[in-house]
């Protein structure tokens, strides 16, 4: 099974400074990549997400993530954030060898202050 | 366009009691569906997955039981709840055969069991 490492749970920024959230995952193996964000009392929306080619994809608020092979990371980053980009971010892999399973970490919130 | 359906929202219900929580699709046929659990400081655990009527995979042995009755309906149920099924409980599906496809979530139900 796979694993998710997302190695802070908390991340505080002040608003329009860059950032960065830590994903790592286990397996070698051919994986789709993906990242969610959740507000409060609400489920989660995909971010953005990473099948092939590029290793760097963007969503349409400003986040981007890169694939690093070698690495086994996926991490996000924004060059600036804003005070509504405060939620939990979840990263997630879905393994190709059994694709009906999705596997999450444990999730980091970002606390953007003014 | 697809929409997922989550109900209750919110609820509230004592140790011993049944659960039944409800999850429905629609605008799309013979989705992956699947019921995840997010406890307070963790990660999101799936509990189950279908991938077609009738059929239950289960990934964490518990008092909680899954059942899909119809194509586009899964249901969460327990006969007696304990204080540790507290948490937030998410409903998700994908398209069927869509090993690329990310997971889509419902709003959720807050779960508390006093």
């Known amino acids: 099974a796979q694993s998710v490492t997302q190695l802070d749970s908390q991340v505080p920024v002040f608003e329009e400074a860059p950032v960065e959230l830590r994903c790592n995952y286990s397996?070698?193996?051919?994986?789709?990549l993906f990242w969610y964000v959740q507000y409060p009392n609400q489920g989660l929306q995909l971010l953005l997400k990473?099948?092939?080619?590029?290793?760097l994809v963007e969503s349409i608020n400003g986040f981007e993530a890169e694939f690093n092979k070698s690495q086994t990371s996926f991490h996000l980053r924004k060059p600036s954030v804003h005070i509504s980009d405060t939620a939990e971010y979840f990263c997630?892999?879905?393994?190709?060898?059994?694709?009906?399973?999705?596997?999450f970490g444990s999730g980091t919130k970002l606390n953007v202050k003014p | 366009s697809q929409t997922i359906h989550q109900w209750p929202a919110t609820l509230v219900q004592p140790v011993g009691s049944p659960l039944s929580l409800e999850c429905t699709v629609e605008?799309?046929?013979?989705?992956?569906l699947y019921w995840y659990r997010q406890a307070a400081g963790r990660g999101l655990q799936l509990l189950f997955y279908?991938?077609?009527?009738?059929?239950i995979s289960s990934e964490v042995p518990q008092n909680l039981s899954a059942s899909r009755p119809q194509d586009r309906q899964f249901i969460l149920s327990s006969k007696k709840l304990l204080l540790s099924d507290s948490g937030f409980y998410l409903c998700?599906?994908?398209?069927?055969?869509?090993?690329?496809?990310?997971?889509?979530f419902g709003n959720g139900t807050r779960l508390t069991v006093t």
């Open positions: 998700a599906w994908i398209e069927w055969g869509g090993a690329d496809s990310p997971l889509h």
């Open positions: 397996s070698s193996v051919s994986v789709y």
């Open positions: 990473y099948l092939s080619g590029s290793t």
């Open positions: 997630a892999v879905s393994d190709l060898r059994d694709f009906n399973k999705f596997y």
């Open positions: 605008g799309t046929s013979n989705p992956n």
């Open positions: 279908s991938v077609g009527i009738g059929q």
